[in-house]
């Protein structure tokens, strides 16, 4: 008994005690997905952009949707939560996603009820950060919880197939990692190990999509891949169970993937093949290459069907077999073949059938009434019928159109409604949904330009089929414009809609970027008012407001929403640093100069890092005070100013921001320091790059 205290008890002691003292000296940050603000006088909860950085470095930018509600349950709010990674969260528009479908079925099969659809999804994670996600929500946050992923579990934190972590075959390593990541000792003890580097690669990493994975290959043989259907069926099975003990109803869903029209990403050649076997197998694919170039199907697939004797597990060959099946009607054996090209594709971003035969088994297994299955993988085969899914649901792998989106929120809807005891009756269509979310918009445009740019770079140039997809995307772009017509056209419909009772907030911060658009400051005006009324915790439409009223001179209504965007910062310092420069401003536009001043002088003392707003903020406040004849303030703020550059250069920030030494002599000049603005001339040559 005294070995075991010395040896585990004791250190233990130890560790807790220093725990406890290092969260009463500072306490570390953050890693719940929420954070609770107060907003007049009541608690919110608002999305924590920090909860992401114990597994990907802040870098990346990888961050939450926005999401801000009340903390305290209501029976007249219907609450439902979306889990999982892009696809659930909507990529590429959340706007149109599935979760804001959803939003509007459901209110208008109960009208009665509030419906908050709180998509707590997030770009490129997997089972291990959607259970961590889980784990920190609080009691009784959501009535309904949707667990929708599974395409990340490889590429994903912890997965064989990841850029960013090294693969742990033991799940409670992993867990126990987390768990010391999220603790102020370990927080004191990574900052301690950084700040002895002098830069890591992994913390200047930048977001570049799907190809920073193009490398990570992980062919089915892989014993590491057993690994990860391992952790998947763990943290499924305990996600569910968190869910349901924090009291949500719980909806698994197994996930779709496109299978028709994504052709494999990578094939891998198997190592046991001869030479002669190899140039056997590329011979045969030529043939059955030119056999379904004639359109002589039943060829093409008994070429296929001998190079796949060869290789059996050819996911490109497998690809091409059943497009050339499918093209002779066997749409059976098709099916069956995409399904094998999803499976043995070695660049795994789509959920497999393991994937889906795990959330299968698992729901077969759970007994309790705080769980219902949706077959949407299933679903998704029958809508496609006689094919297998494709673009007709999907843009591209795995990421779904407005339709593909619209048969989820269905299945969604009639799954919620089943549980609450409501018969669905006649669910909008998806025109009519369609119509109420503003589908399609000039948002949809942009980020069809953006998904434009991802396919024509790799992993998208492996795929046979890539050209293809370039063109349906291409297409879809021509259909957007063609259907948007003028923006008074568009101005018309949305008001229609909106007259009729249907949007919601986010169609009224469309309607007023049109108006403005168009010059029709009143009718901005308005819907931005109105928007405030229905949701006043949007920080775009409040930042909005904000530059509206100052570009109108109506500072003393300005402040007001500068300070509501400031709330909704969520620890941004770029945004906070700027905003604090603006809301300074508008002080001195209404004649509060104390308030001005504590406002600008806190963005160089608070955030020094961000160096464009601390130097706005110094010319600011010596423009003012020369403005006022207080020559007295003038030489403290450019003294200030100036014990300011001197410490940006000692840490390196000037020269992490090229118009450092212009802007030091621009503001001497203002203060009429001559001396100064010599000193910072010379300076400026001094570090002018060779």
Excluded: C
Excluded at 53 to 63: G, H, M, N, R, V
Excluded at 219 to 248: F, M, S, W
Excluded at 615 to 627: C, S, V
């Amino acid at each position: 008994m005294f070995g075991f205290i010395a040896v585990a008890a004791v250190p233990a002691l130890f560790f807790m005690a220093l725990e406890l003292v290092l969260k009463w000296v500072g306490p570390g940050k953050s890693f719940a997905y929420f954070n609770t603000i107060e907003i007049d006088g009541e608690d919110y909860f608002q999305d924590n952009p920090a909860f992401i950085e114990q597994f990907y470095p802040a870098s990346l930018d990888i961050t939450p949707l926005e999401n801000t509600f009340v903390a305290e349950p209501d029976d007249d709010v219907l609450r439902i939560f979306v889990l999982g990674g892009s696809a659930a969260r909507g990529f590429p528009n959340p706007a149109h996603g599935f979760s804001r479908q959803l939003r509007t079925l459901l209110s208008e099969a109960l009208p009665g009820r509030q419906i908050e659809v709180v998509n707590t999804a997030m770009t490129a994670i997997n089972s291990h950060v959607v259970y961590a996600a889980a784990r920190s929500f609080p009691q009784d946050i959501a009535d309904f919880a949707i667990v929708l992923m599974g395409n990340n579990e490889v590429i994903g934190p912890y997965g064989p197939g990841t850029f960013n972590q090294e693969f742990f075959s033991n799940i409670e390593l992993i867990r126990a990692l987390q768990a010391l990541k999220r603790s102020n000792f370990g927080q004191t003890f990574l900052n301690a190990v950084d700040n002895l580097k002098s830069s890591d690669h992994k913390q200047d990493l930048e977001w570049k999509g799907m190809q920073m994975f193009t490398n990570e290959t992980v062919p089915y043989e892989d014993p590491r891949l057993e690994t990860v259907y391992a952790h998947y069926r763990r943290n499924l099975a305990d996600i569910v169970d968190t869910l349901q003990e924090k009291g949500a109803h719980v909806i698994l869903s197994t996930v779709p993937v496109n299978l028709r029209h994504s052709a494999p990403f990578a094939s891998s050649e198997p190592q046991q093949l001869t030479e002669q076997q190899i140039e056997s197998f590329q011979a045969l694919t030529a043939a059955a290459a030119g056999r379904a170039a004639q359109q002589d199907w039943q060829g093409a697939v008994s070429h296929y069907f001998e190079a796949l004797e060869l290789t059996p597990r050819h996911a490109d060959t497998l690809f091409e077999l059943a497009l050339a099946q499918e093209y002779s009607g066997d749409y059976d054996a098709a099916a069956n073949h995409y399904i094998g090209a999803l499976d043995y594709d070695s660049l795994r971003f789509r959920a497999d059938s393991r994937i889906n035969g795990i959330i299968r088994d698992l729901a077969s297994r759970v007994t309790t009434t705080q769980l219902t299955f949706v077959d949407n993988d299933l679903r998704f085969k029958k809508s496609s019928e006689p094919f297998s899914p494709g673009w007709d649901l999907f843009y591209e792998h795995v990421h779904y159109n407005f339709a593909g989106d619209y048969l989820l929120a269905r299945a969604f809807t009639r799954a919620i409604l089943a549980r609450l005891g409501v018969q669905p009756n006649d669910l909008l269509s998806q025109v009519e949904v369609a119509s109420r979310v503003g589908y399609p918009s000039n948002m949809t445009i942009k980020v069809l330009n953006r998904m434009l740019d991802m396919v024509q770079s790799p992993p998208f140039t492996g795929q046979t089929n890539q050209e293809a997809l370039v063109a349906l995307i291409k297409g879809k772009m021509n259909d957007v414009e063609a259907e948007l017509g003028t923006v008074s056209e568009q101005i018309a419909r949305r008001e229609s809609m909106l007259r009729s009772g249907g949007g919601d907030w986010r169609i009224r911060y469309e309607m007023a970027y049109l108006y403005e658009h168009v010059g029709n400051r009143q009718a901005m005006y308005q819907q931005l008012n109105q928007l405030y009324e229905e949701y006043p915790f949007h920080h775009d439409s409040l930042v909005m407001t904000a530059k509206m009223l100052h570009q109108d001179e109506q500072y003393r209504r300005q402040i007001p929403y500068l300070q509501q965007a400031l709330l909704h910062a969520r620890g941004d310092e770029l945004v906070i640093a700027q905003l604090t420069g603006w809301l300074g401003l508008a002080y001195f536009k209404i004649g509060d100069d104390v308030r001005a001043e504590r406002a600008l002088r806190s963005v160089p003392s608070q955030y020094p890092d961000q160096v464009h707003y601390a130097l706005q903020a110094y010319a600011t406040l010596i423009r003012y005070a020369e403005d006022a004849g207080r020559m007295e303030r003038v030489v403290d703020h450019a003294a200030d100013a100036e014990g300011y550059a001197e410490k940006a250069e000692r840490m390196g920030l000037a020269q992490a921001y090229p118009p450092f030494y212009r802007k030091m002599v621009q503001i001497m000049r203002l203060a009429g320091d001559d001396a100064a603005v010599q000193k910072w001339q010379r300076r400026s040559l001094e570090n002018r790059p060779n």
